[in-house]
C-alpha cells in the first residue's frame, strides 16, 4: 500500500556524481511523486532532502559529505541514499548523525522511509555487505533469484515512471546495473554488485516514455554497456536493441556510453558505427595504454591494441568520436609506462580525455600493491598528461574545420529574434562532458531537440563553432 503523506510535505533531489546516479534519482523522484509527496528544487524550505551520494573515489565521497552537511543546513531532515550511502551504511550514518542514511533495499520503499523520517521515527542504518554475494552469477540461477521475493533491490531494474528532474532534450537511460569485471582500482561492484542487464522490452518501454517526454536523444548507461546481454545468454542484446530505440518516435540520436574496449566486439562496433539514428560515439574506458600496467590494473590491451580498435571505429565512421579516462599514478607506475602512454594518446588523436590520479579505495586489490607513488609525483603526471591532453583535443577539434556535423539543439543563444544562434552538441560530443558546438544561421522555426546539418568553421578549445547547412534541419 503507498504512503500517504500530507500533501504540503515537499523534497529536493539533490543528484551528486555519474549519469548512472541521475537516473536513480528520477526513479526516486517518480515513486515519491507518487506517493503523494511534492517535489521542489530549492532545498532551503523544503520538509526533506534527499540527497543522491557518489562512493566512487576520495573527492567524490567528499563533495557528498559536503552535500550532506551543506543540506542540514537549510533545516531540512536530511535523507542520504545512493552509492557512498550503500557502501558505508552504518558507518556512515555514526560519522554524520545529522543524516539518516538508507540503502538500495529502501528505494522500493522510499515514500514509506521519508514518511518515518519525517514523523520523528528513527531508522536502523544497514551494514555493508558484498552485493557481488547477493546474486548467482550463472544467468539462469540469476533470474530465478531476481525473482524471489527477498531479492536485493537493484537501482533502475523494474522500471517505474521516473520524473525528470533536469529537463533538456537528452536523457540518460540505464541499460544495466553492477559489474562482474574485477579492476584492481576500482569497488564498484562491491556496494553495485554484479552485471545485471534490464531486460529489452523495459528499456524499450522508458525509451518510449522519455520521446513522450520530449526527449530527442538517449544516452545509453551502465556500469558497462559492453556486456549488455551476456546474463541473459544473448551477447549480441545491444547490437539488436540499438536499431529499435533508433526507431522510437521523437527520438533523434542514440548514444551509447561506458564501453570496454576489451569487450567490444566487431559487430557491435559496426552498428554503433554505421546504423542511422545512432551516434558514431565511443566512449572506451581505456584507463592506461602500458600493457604491463594495464595487466596490474587486472585490465587488457595495450597501445597498439587501442590504436588499432580507433582505426578500425574510423574506417567505418572517419568523423566518430571517441573520450576516455585515464589513471596516472597506479601502484608500480614507471616514467615509461607514463610514455607508452603519451604515444597512445598522441596517435588516437582522441575527442576527450578525462585524466585523475590514484588514490587508495578500501576494498581494492590495488590498496595491497607495493611501488605506491608519492603523491607530488602522481599530481606532476597528472598535469603533464593533462596538459597534452588539451593540446591534442584541441587539435583533434581544429581537425574537424571544414567537416559537416549533425547538431543537437539545447539552447537559443539569438540576441535578437530572428538571428538564429544556437548552442548544441554534435554526434561526437557527449552532452554532458565533450564540449559544446554553437551553430549560427540556424531556421526561425528551430527548437531545443531538432538537428540541424552545420559545417564547422572554427574552435575554442574542444568547442566548435558551426554554420547551418539551411534547410537541412530534422525532428
Given at each position: 500500500?503507498?504512503?500517504?503523506?500530507?500533501?504540503?510535505?515537499?523534497?529536493?533531489?539533490?543528484?551528486?556524481?555519474?549519469?548512472?546516479?541521475?537516473?536513480?534519482?528520477?526513479?526516486?523522484?517518480?515513486?515519491?511523486a507518487?506517493?503523494?509527496?511534492?517535489?521542489?528544487?530549492?532545498?532551503?524550505?523544503?520538509?526533506?532532502?534527499?540527497?543522491?551520494?557518489?562512493?566512487?573515489?576520495?573527492?567524490?565521497?567528499?563533495?557528498s559529505?559536503?552535500?550532506?552537511?551543506?543540506?542540514?543546513?537549510?533545516?531540512?531532515?536530511?535523507?542520504?541514499?545512493?552509492?557512498?550511502?550503500?557502501?558505508?551504511?552504518?558507518?556512515?550514518?555514526?560519522?554524520?548523525?545529522?543524516?539518516?542514511v538508507l540503502?538500495?533495499?529502501?528505494?522500493?520503499?522510499?515514500?514509506?522511509?521519508?514518511?518515518?523520517?519525517?514523523?520523528?521515527?528513527?531508522?536502523?542504518?544497514?551494514?555493508?555487505r558484498?552485493?557481488?554475494?547477493?546474486?548467482?552469477?550463472?544467468?539462469?540461477?540469476?533470474?530465478?533469484?531476481?525473482?524471489a521475493?527477498?531479492?536485493?533491490?537493484?537501482?533502475?531494474?523494474?522500471?517505474?515512471?521516473?520524473?525528470?528532474?533536469?529537463?533538456?532534450?537528452?536523457?540518460?537511460?540505464?541499460?544495466?546495473?553492477?559489474?562482474?569485471?574485477?579492476?584492481?582500482?576500482?569497488?564498484?561492484?562491491?556496494?553495485?554488485?554484479?552485471?545485471?542487464?534490464?531486460?529489452p522490452?523495459?528499456?524499450?518501454?522508458e525509451?518510449?516514455?522519455?520521446?513522450?517526454?520530449?526527449?530527442?536523444?538517449?544516452?545509453l548507461?551502465?556500469?558497462?554497456?559492453?556486456?549488455?546481454?551476456?546474463?541473459?545468454?544473448?551477447?549480441?542484446?545491444?547490437?539488436?536493441?540499438?536499431?529499435?530505440?533508433?526507431?522510437?518516435?521523437?527520438?533523434?540520436r542514440?548514444?551509447?556510453?561506458?564501453?570496454?574496449?576489451?569487450?567490444?566486439?566487431?559487430?557491435?562496433?559496426?552498428?554503433?558505427?554505421?546504423?542511422?539514428?545512432v551516434?558514431?560515439?565511443?566512449?572506451?574506458?581505456?584507463?592506461?595504454?602500458?600493457?604491463?600496467?594495464?595487466?596490474?590494473?587486472?585490465?587488457?590491451?595495450?597501445?597498439?591494441?587501442?590504436?588499432?580498435?580507433?582505426?578500425?571505429?574510423?574506417?567505418?565512421?572517419?568523423?566518430?568520436?571517441?573520450?576516455?579516462?585515464?589513471?596516472?599514478?597506479?601502484?608500480?607506475?614507471?616514467?615509461?609506462?607514463?610514455?607508452?602512454?603519451?604515444?597512445?594518446?598522441?596517435?588516437?588523436?582522441?575527442?576527450?580525455?578525462?585524466?585523475?590520479?590514484?588514490?587508495?579505495e578500501?576494498?581494492?586489490?590495488?590498496?595491497?600493491?607495493?611501488?605506491?607513488?608519492?603523491?607530488?609525483?602522481?599530481?606532476?603526471?597528472?598535469?603533464?598528461?593533462?596538459?597534452?591532453?588539451?593540446?591534442?583535443?584541441?587539435q583533434?577539434?581544429?581537425?574537424?574545420?571544414?567537416?559537416?556535423?549533425?547538431v543537437?539543439?539545447?539552447?537559443?543563444?539569438?540576441?535578437?529574434?530572428?538571428?538564429?544562434?544556437?548552442?548544441?552538441?554534435?554526434?561526437?560530443?557527449?552532452?554532458?562532458?565533450?564540449?559544446?558546438?554553437?551553430?549560427?544561421?540556424?531556421?526561425?522555426?528551430?527548437?531545443?531537440?531538432?538537428?540541424?546539418?552545420?559545417?564547422?568553421?572554427?574552435?575554442?578549445?574542444?568547442?566548435?563553432?558551426?554554420?547551418?547547412?539551411?534547410?537541412?534541419?530534422?525532428?
Amino acid at each position: 500500500m503507498s504512503a500517504v503523506p500530507d500533501p504540503a510535505r515537499t523534497v529536493a533531489v539533490v543528484t551528486l556524481g555519474c549519469a548512472r546516479n541521475e537516473v536513480d534519482s528520477e526513479e526516486l523522484a517518480g515513486r515519491l511523486a507518487a506517493d503523494g509527496y511534492r517535489l521542489v528544487e530549492d532545498p532551503d524550505g523544503a520538509d526533506a532532502v534527499l540527497v543522491n551520494t557518489c562512493g566512487f573515489i576520495e573527492s567524490a565521497k567528499k563533495d557528498s559529505v559536503d552535500a550532506i552537511l551543506a543540506a542540514t543546513d537549510t533545516g531540512a531532515r536530511v535523507v542520504a541514499v545512493g552509492c557512498m550511502a550503500e557502501r558505508y551504511g552504518s558507518e556512515l550514518a555514526g560519522a554524520l548523525p545529522e543524516a539518516t542514511v538508507l540503502g538500495f533495499d529502501d528505494y522500493a520503499a522510499i515514500g514509506h522511509r521519508l514518511d518515518d523520517v519525517l514523523a520523528g521515527r528513527s531508522l536502523v542504518p544497514h551494514d555493508p555487505r558484498d552485493r557481488r554475494t547477493l546474486l548467482p552469477i550463472s544467468p539462469v540461477a540469476r533470474g530465478a533469484a531476481a525473482a524471489a521475493e527477498d531479492a536485493p533491490a537493484i537501482p533502475g531494474h523494474g522500471w517505474v515512471q521516473r520524473r525528470r528532474l533536469a529537463g533538456g532534450p537528452s536523457a540518460a537511460l540505464k541499460l544495466a546495473s553492477g559489474c562482474d569485471r574485477r579492476c584492481a582500482f576500482c569497488a564498484i561492484p562491491a556496494f553495485r554488485g554484479s552485471f545485471v542487464s534490464r531486460p529489452p522490452a523495459e528499456v524499450l518501454g522508458e525509451a518510449q516514455w522519455l520521446a513522450g517526454q520530449g526527449v530527442a536523444e538517449l544516452v545509453l548507461v551502465s556500469e558497462n554497456s559492453t556486456s549488455y546481454g551476456k546474463d541473459l545468454g544473448d551477447l549480441r542484446s545491444l547490437e539488436r536493441l540499438l536499431p529499435q530505440l533508433a526507431a522510437v518516435e521523437g527520438v533523434a540520436r542514440v548514444r551509447v556510453a561506458y564501453l570496454q574496449p576489451a569487450e567490444l566486439r566487431p559487430g557491435l562496433l559496426e552498428v554503433i558505427a554505421t546504423t542511422d539514428g545512432v551516434a558514431p560515439y565511443f566512449d572506451l574506458s581505456f584507463q592506461h595504454s602500458s600493457p604491463g600496467l594495464l595487466r596490474r590494473m587486472r585490465r587488457f590491451g595495450g597501445t597498439d591494441d587501442f590504436l588499432a580498435l580507433v582505426e578500425r571505429a574510423r574506417s567505418l565512421a572517419p568523423g566518430a568520436g571517441f573520450r576516455t579516462n585515464v589513471i596516472l599514478g597506479f601502484p608500480g607506475e614507471t616514467e615509461e609506462d607514463v610514455a607508452e602512454l603519451e604515444r597512445f594518446l598522441t596517435g588516437a588523436r582522441l575527442d576527450a580525455v578525462g585524466v585523475f590520479g590514484y588514490s587508495d579505495e578500501e576494498g581494492t586489490e590495488a590498496i595491497g600493491l607495493g611501488g605506491k607513488l608519492d603523491q607530488a609525483e602522481i599530481d606532476a603526471r597528472v598535469r603533464r598528461i593533462t596538459d597534452l591532453v588539451e593540446e591534442l583535443t584541441a587539435q583533434r577539434a581544429e581537425d574537424r574545420i571544414g567537416e559537416r556535423v549533425e547538431v543537437l539543439l539545447t539552447e537559443d543563444l539569438s540576441p535578437e529574434e530572428g538571428e538564429g544562434v544556437w548552442l548544441g552538441h554534435a554526434a561526437h560530443q557527449d552532452p554532458e562532458s565533450d564540449g559544446t558546438t554553437t551553430v549560427t544561421g540556424v531556421p526561425a522555426d528551430a527548437a531545443p531537440g531538432r538537428v540541424v546539418a552545420a559545417e564547422v568553421v572554427d574552435t575554442e578549445g574542444i568547442d566548435l563553432v558551426a554554420a547551418a547547412l539551411v534547410p537541412a534541419v530534422r525532428a
